[in-house]
């Protein structure tokens, strides 16, 4: 094995340790959220940011591919594990993002209805149509 191939694989190997910590940062991350534990929640952003700072770091050290690179076997079954656990933390991320969304939009609707803010939507009628006023309808908010 040649030196460079040496040095791909070690950088690669590096990159696949900071993706695990993501990964795992995401998973805290997932599970802080579904919980809605809130006073942890600040602290595991922190703790993905700074994993995702690190493996960017580390993705920086890379050095440009080779023939001879792309040729070993170890090179692509390392870049092959890299990419599987990427494709896994994007999932697990657009999941988080989700959810932060959902909880974003549940603490509106909560301080809206306490501030009595909360939209004016009227409720409709069986058939789609909306309903007489004179007839009893009544607005979300105060349903």
Known sequence: MT???????????????????VHSALEAE?????????TSIQRLIQDKEAALANHQRIM???????????????VAALQ????ALASECRKLNQQNGIMISKL?????????????????TVLYSASGVEAAKS?????????
């Open 30 to 38: 997932s599970l802080g959220l579904s919980k809605g534990d809130v």
């Open 104 to 120: 974003s939009d549940r603490t509106k609707a909560a301080l809206n209805v306490l501030q009595g803010t909360e939209d004016m």
């Open 80 to 83: 092959d594990r890299l990419a």
């Open 3 to 21: 030196d460079s191939v040496s040095g791909i694989l070690s950088v690669l190997q590096q990159e696949l340790n900071t993706l695990e910590l």
């Open 60 to 74: 920086g050290q890379r050095p440009s591919a080779s023939k001879e690179h792309a040729a070993n076997p170890e």
């Open 135 to 143: 007839k009893g309808s009544r607005v979300l908010g105060k349903a």
